[in-house]
């Protein structure tokens, strides 16, 4: 014969799970708004520099809301605690755009184009281009709110925007999946080799840079910008 209270606790748990859950589907919900505004912002001003400058700064823009999985296991690795507003204060990059650019004075450009819309606010900028990170790492971090209106009123939703070229790109997808291979716990040499191919990277990137240079002052109107 079942215990009838041990039942009530069961119905009370799997009632309390499916408020956690409902609960959790629309903190991402509101990030997933969020990260839609940006990414409209972003493409809009990619259509019209193709459409009025003839030029495409921006080579390619991915963007996701970080899975459940990801993101329990940064709120553990930063000792967050695990309520929804710990959770909204520690984590900025919950919804996140990368925008893949063809040369560093895009990112900056295009980071400034955005930031300065009146609707954003910058919450954080950090210049991983001016200052890389130890291992060689290159991007510009800036951490934006952005307003979404839903049923119930205002809400601004921080979406993390990365701004990097393409050899940046190449350079910190390849070492994200060594980095997770290895379990974060990556051998020096490998390291070592990891930073010496980031100094190529960004070589080529210099390289590339003054090409441009060159051919936009050779023919100045092939870049009006
Ligand atoms: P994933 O799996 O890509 O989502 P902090 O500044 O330390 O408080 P946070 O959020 O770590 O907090 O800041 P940061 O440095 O802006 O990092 C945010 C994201 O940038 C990371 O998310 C990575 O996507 C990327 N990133 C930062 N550093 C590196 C790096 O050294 N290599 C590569 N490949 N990517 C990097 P996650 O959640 O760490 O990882």
Redesign the pocket.
């Known amino acids: 014969m079942p215990d009838p209270l041990e039942e009530q606790q069961i119905t009370v748990s799997s009632a309390a799970l499916r408020a956690m859950r409902d609960e959790f589907q629309r903190f991402l919900m509101e990030y997933r708004f969020g990260l839609a505004e940006v990414e409209t912002k972003i493409s809009i001003l990619r259509e019209e520099f193709q459409e009025m400058h003839a030029y495409n700064p921006i080579e390619h823009v991915s963007s996701r809301v970080?899975s459940p999985d990801?993101l329990v296991?940064?709120v553990r690795r930063?000792g967050i605690e695990t309520d929804f507003d710990s959770i909204r204060a520690?984590?900025?990059?919950i919804a996140?755009i990368r925008v893949t650019c063809s040369f560093i004075d895009d990112a900056y450009r295009l980071s400034n184009l955005l930031t300065r819309q009146d609707d954003i606010t910058v919450r954080d900028v950090?210049d991983?281009i001016a200052h890389p990170?130890a291992?060689?790492?290159k991007?510009l971090?800036v951490?934006v709110e952005v307003p979404v209106f839903l049923s119930t009123g205002r809400v601004d939703v921080p979406v993390?925007v990365?701004f990097r070229t393409i050899a940046m790109d190449f350079?910190?997808?390849l070492?994200?999946k060594i980095?997770?291979k290895y379990d974060r716990l990556v051998p020096d040499d490998l390291l070592a080799e990891l930073k010496d191919a980031a100094d190529t990277a960004a070589e080529l990137d210099t390289r590339m840079e003054r090409l441009h240079r060159e051919i936009r002052g050779a023919h100045p109107g092939v870049v009006s910008l």
Do not use: C, F, M, P
Not at 90 to 93: A, L, R
């Open positions: 970080k990801s296991d940064k930063k520690g984590i900025t990059d996140g950090k991983y990170k291992n060689g790492y991007s971090h951490i993390e990365q350079w910190a997808s070492e994200h980095y997770y």
